[in-house]
């Protein structure tokens, strides 16, 4: 399928929200001293900016498969270097002392490939911080498979459903770090996010989940996608007295420490 595109002002509609699990995971990562840094799927550099508040001697490369993205990322923070590059594939020119990927590997397949090559481009001491979204039980993607599966776009639309990579077992990241690190930390946490209601939800993941979905239909039937998505949210999402809804949104950390 076609990629989607991501937009840079959609995904800051909830930069607080998005940059919290971002700050929590940059905050358990070890290393003091640290002089080469890489945000692996930088978006638009809201975290890349809490790696170069950290780490202010620093040098911090960027790095995402959006060209819109880097470009907002560029303007964010103008002293540091972005590159467009797909992470799959990606070699940097020397071993770094963090590898740091907020939100961005439960895109990418084969992680059991993938995270022991990364932890080869480390120096001794390094890090390698990932942040994952462990959603797609929720009721959030339930419902948009459910949607996808409409017989007038199905043939189209549910070939969405592979952009997004099962998130693996604490036992199976451990399992597979181990031998390439001093150290693993790994936990979960389910942050609960106060949203404007259920047109806030849907806000919330037109600028993530459901982008691989609605970039696959015309203009008519987007707006019958979300409006049937929306119908099917309103069966778990409950609005509270204030008519807002509280998201249970569930995260996966890893720091594995070389």
Same mark, same amino acid.
């Given at each position: 399928?076609?990629?989607?595109?991501?937009?840079?002002?959609?995904?800051? @509609?909830?930069?607080?929200? +998005? /940059?919290?699990?971002? #700050?929590?995971?940059?905050?358990?990562?070890?290393?003091?001293?640290? @002089?080469?840094?890489?945000?692996?799927? &930088?978006?638009?550099? #809201?975290? /890349?900016?809490?790696?170069?508040?950290?780490?202010?001697?620093?040098?911090?490369?960027?790095?995402?498969?959006?060209? *819109?993205?880097?470009?907002?990322?560029?303007?964010?923070?103008?002293? &540091?270097?972005?590159?467009?590059? *797909?992470?799959?594939?990606?070699?940097?020119?020397?071993?770094? *002392?963090?590898?740091?990927? #907020?939100?961005?590997?439960?895109?990418?397949?084969?992680?059991? +490939?993938?995270?022991?090559?990364?932890?080869?481009?480390? #120096?001794?001491?390094?890090?390698?911080?990932?942040?994952? $979204?462990?959603?797609?039980?929720?009721?959030?993607?339930?419902?948009?498979?459910?949607?996808?599966?409409?017989?007038?776009?199905?043939?189209?639309?549910?070939?969405?459903?592979?952009?997004?990579?099962?998130? %693996?077992?604490?036992?199976?990241?451990?399992?597979?770090?181990?031998?390439? &690190?001093? =150290?693993?930390?790994?936990?979960? /946490?389910?942050?609960?996010?106060?949203?404007?209601?259920?047109? %806030?939800?849907?806000?919330?993941?037109?600028?993530?989940?459901?982008?691989?979905?609605?970039?696959?239909?015309? =203009?008519?039937?987007?707006?019958?996608?979300?409006?049937?998505?929306?119908?099917?949210?309103?069966?778990?999402?409950?609005?509270?007295? *204030?008519?807002?809804?509280?998201? $249970?949104? $569930?995260?996966?950390?890893?720091?594995?420490? +070389?």
């Amino acid at each position: 399928m076609r990629q989607a595109e991501w937009s840079p002002d959609q995904y800051l @509609k909830f930069e607080d929200e +998005r /940059t919290r699990a971002a #700050n929590d995971l940059l905050s358990a990562v070890p290393n003091q001293n640290v @002089k080469f840094a890489v945000d692996l799927g &930088c978006g638009p550099g #809201n975290s /890349t900016e809490l790696i170069v508040k950290r780490y202010p001697h620093a040098e911090v490369l960027g790095i995402d498969s959006s060209a *819109d993205m880097t470009a907002k990322a560029k303007e964010r923070l103008p002293g &540091c270097e972005f590159a467009v590059a *797909d992470i799959g594939v990606w070699q940097p020119q020397r071993n770094a *002392d963090l590898l740091y990927a #907020n939100a961005v590997m439960q895109w990418l397949p084969d992680h059991d +490939r993938l995270f022991p090559r990364l932890m080869g481009f480390l #120096n001794r001491g390094g890090s390698l911080a990932i942040q994952m $979204p462990d959603n797609l039980q929720e009721a959030t993607h339930v419902a948009m498979r459910e949607v996808a599966a409409d017989a007038r776009w199905a043939a189209r639309v549910t070939q969405a459903d592979a952009t997004r990579s099962e998130i %693996g077992t604490a036992s199976f990241y451990h399992q597979l770090l181990r031998p390439h &690190c001093q =150290h693993v930390d790994i936990w979960r /946490t389910t942050y609960h996010h106060p949203l404007q209601g259920l047109d %806030g939800v849907i806000e919330w993941f037109k600028g993530s989940g459901l982008r691989p979905y609605l970039s696959l239909l015309n =203009h008519d039937e987007r707006a019958d996608f979300l409006d049937r998505y929306k119908q099917r949210l309103a069966q778990f999402y409950k609005p509270m007295d *204030d008519g807002m809804v509280l998201l $249970p949104f $569930p995260r996966m950390f890893i720091v594995a420490t +070389r």
